[in-house]
T-cell receptor, first 114, second 114 residues
Framework: QQQVKQSPQSLIVQKGGIPIINCAYE??????FPWYQQFPGKGPALLIA?????SEKKEGRFTISFNKSAKQFSLHIMDSQPGDSATYFC?????????????FGKGTRLSVIA | DGGITQSPKYLFRKEGQNVTLSCEQN?????MYWYRQDPGQGLRLIYY???????QKGDIAEGYSVSREKKESFPLTVTSAQKNPTAFYLC?????????????FGPGTRLTVL
């Protein structure tokens, strides 16, 4: 049973474009939603995170949009650059209500071409 | 220079042999985690430990074993009972092991079973 479904599997955008990666979750008890970025041959690193009491969070060029009723959240990368080419993972956990480990989506491989 | 180290970076073993992957952190984090990463499968949790001398099974613990005798170290043994051990293995740590603590990942070990 996949608790966090991520799409698309891969994405190619032109430099300056706005790639959007979507995630959907099933467990309504999840209350913490981070995104991790992974470059080839490296471990993932936290990019940005959101709680369900807000609908949007921005950090630099990265924005998370959150729709609690639809149980969906997405990552938008503004003015994408070739250096943003990486694999992105969404995740979820019961951080505030149950202190459970993160559950990760399957990842999206993003390629930003000049 | 604080961080998480995993060794070796590449590991080759014959089928039927047990193999131990090393993970060390000098971040003074209480919690440590092991994930397995396969192409298109995302990160799947094998085991995690929130305190010395205690650990819990993750989603895919069968065929793996761990120990947590020291705060800094969380070695993973891939046993001969693991049916398909070839994968990229990631170790992570976080301050307390819950709530919204960021997980910091090591560089990974790529295990190939011949």
């Amino acid at each position: 049973q996949q608790q966090v479904k991520q799409s698309p599997q891969s994405l190619i955008v032109q430099k300056g474009g706005i790639p959007i990666i979507n995630c959907a979750y099933e467990n309504t008890a999840f209350d913490y939603f981070p995104w991790y970025q992974q470059f080839p041959g490296k471990g993932p690193a936290l990019l940005i995170a959101i709680r369900p009491d807000v609908s949007e969070k921005k950090e630099g060029r990265f924005t998370i949009s959150f729709n609690k009723s639809a149980k969906q959240f997405s990552l938008h990368i503004m003015d994408s650059q070739p250096g943003d080419s990486a694999t992105y993972f969404c995740a979820a956990s019961k951080a505030y209500s149950g202190n459970t480990p993160l559950v990760f989506g399957k990842g999206t491989r993003l390629s930003v071409i000049a | 220079d604080g961080g998480i180290t995993q060794s070796p970076k590449y590991l080759f073993r014959k089928e039927g042999q047990n193999v131990t992957l090393s993970c060390e952190q000098n971040l003074n984090h209480d919690a440590m985690y092991w994930y397995r990463q396969d192409p298109g499968q995302g990160l799947r949790l094998i085991y995690y430990s929130q305190i010395v001398n205690d650990f819990q099974k993750g989603d895919i613990a069968e065929g793996y074993s761990v120990s947590r005798e020291k705060k800094e170290s969380f070695p993973l043994t891939v046993t001969s009972a693991q049916k398909n051990p070839t994968a990229f293995y990631l170790c992570a740590s976080s301050i307390r092991g819950g709530r919204t603590d960021t997980q910091y990942f090591g560089p990974g070990t790529r295990l190939t079973v011949l």
